[in-house]
C-alpha cells in the first residue's frame, strides 16, 4: 500500500467515525509528514521512525504537539495497518499552562479597533458567548431562535450540542444578518465567497490585526477572547459550575483553570501588613 492509499482510507475511517474536520485534517496532516520525513511506503515505518520524527521535528514544541502527533498515528496504524506503532512510545506530561485572557478594557478595545460591520459582529459574538472559532464559522442560522433569545452550538467540540444566549447588545444585527443570510439561502450565520464556510484563519488574522490597531501587547488569537469571556464571567461572580456549561466542557477541572486566571478578586485581597499597620496611600 502506497500513502496515498493508506491516506484515503484514513481520510474514509476518519469520516465513518464522524470526527471533527478539525481531527480529520490534523490526523492526515501528521501522517503525511511522517511519510514525507520517512521517505518509506506506511507498511515500512516502524518505532525508531516515529522516534527520530519526533526527535527532529517536535521536540522543541509543546508537548501537546507529540500527543497529537502519537494520537494521530496510532489512529491510523490500529485502524488500517491493525497494529500500534506508539504503544512503546511514553508520553510527555501535558503542561498545565494558564490561559492568556484580555482585561475587560482591552476586550473593549480590541472590539472598536475591528474594521467593518461583519468583522466587528462577528468577533463580538465570539466573545459574548465563548465560541471557538470552528463553532462561530459552522453556526447556521436554523439554530438561532430569536423568539427566545438562544442560540445552539451544534455537535461542537466532544460531540455535543449547548445553548447559548444571543447578546442583547447586537441582538438586532445578527437578526438581521440571519435574515440575509435566509434571503440569500445561505445556511451559515456568516459565510465566505459563494456561501460557503468561512476560513477560520481569516477570522484569526482580523482578531490579530484589530489587537494591533488597539495596541495590545499580548499575543492575541480568538480562543483568548473564548478565556476571556470564561475569566471576566467568572469575575462578574456567576457560578463556575454554570461557566462549565457555557463552555461546552465535560469536566468541571477544566474550567477551573480560570479560577488561576480571574485578578480581580485577588486585587482587592489587602495584605495583612496594610493591615496590621493601617496604611493609607
Given amino acids: 500500500m502506497n500513502q496515498q492509499e493508506f491516506l484515503k482510507k484514513l481520510e474514509i475511517e476518519l469520516k465513518i467515525s464522524k470526527n471533527s ?9 501528521f501522517n503525511e509528514l511522517l511519510f514525507s520525513f520517512s521517505k518509506k511506503d506506511p507498511e515500512e515505518i516502524d518505532e525508531d521512525d516515529l522516534k527520530a520524527y519526533i526527535a ?15 494520537a494521530s498515528i496510532k489512529y491510523a ?7 500500534d506503532l506508539t504503544a512503546n512510545i511514553k508520553r510527555p506530561k501535558r503542561e498545565k499552562r494558564i490561559p492568556l485572557v484580555l482585561t475587560k478594557k482591552e ?10 460591520k461583519k468583522s466587528k459582529l462577528m468577533v ?82 482580523i482578531v490579530k490585526a484589530a489587537a494591533k490597531k488597539a495596541g495590545i501587547k499580548k499575543e492575541v488569537h ?9 475569566t471576566h464571567l467568572l469575575e ?14 465535560a469536566d468541571l477541572s477544566t474550567t477551573q483553570i480560570y479560577t488561576h486566571v480571574s485578578t480581580e478578586e485577588l486585587r ?13 496611600f
Fill in 268 to 280: 482587592k485581597i489587602q495584605s495583612p501588613l496594610d493591615k496590621l499597620m493601617d496604611t493609607n
Fill in 21 to 29: 474536520k478539525y481531527t480529520l485534517k490534523n490526523y492526515i496532516k
Fill in 124 to 205: 463580538s459574538l465570539i466573545y459574548a458567548t465563548g465560541l471557538r472559532v470552528s463553532e462561530l464559522v459552522s453556526l447556521e442560522t436554523k439554530n438561532l431562535y430569536f423568539d427566545e433569545k438562544i442560540g445552539y452550538v451544534k455537535q461542537g467540540k466532544g460531540k455535543k450540542d449547548r445553548m447559548f444566549n444571543i447578546p442583547l447588545f447586537i441582538f438586532s444585527k445578527l437578526k438581521k444578518q440571519a435574515e440575509r443570510q435566509k434571503l440569500r439561502t445561505i445556511k451559515y450565520l456568516f459565510s465566505g465567497r459563494n456561501g460557503e464556510e468561512m476560513s477560520s484563519r481569516n477570522i484569526q488574522k
Fill in 56 to 70: 527532529e521535528n517536535l521536540s522543541n514544541r509543546a508537548s501537546i504537539s507529540i500527543i497529537m502527533f502519537l
Fill in 222 to 230: 480568538c480562543h483568548t477572547l473564548r478565556h476571556s469571556f470564561a
Fill in 107 to 116: 476586550a473593549r478595545e480590541l472590539l472598536e479597533s475591528l474594521n467593518t
Fill in 236 to 249: 462578574d461572580g456567576v457560578d463556575i459550575r454554570k461557566i462549565q456549561e457555557l463552555l461546552g466542557h
Fill in 77 to 83: 496504524y490500529s485502524s488500517i495497518l491493525k497494529k
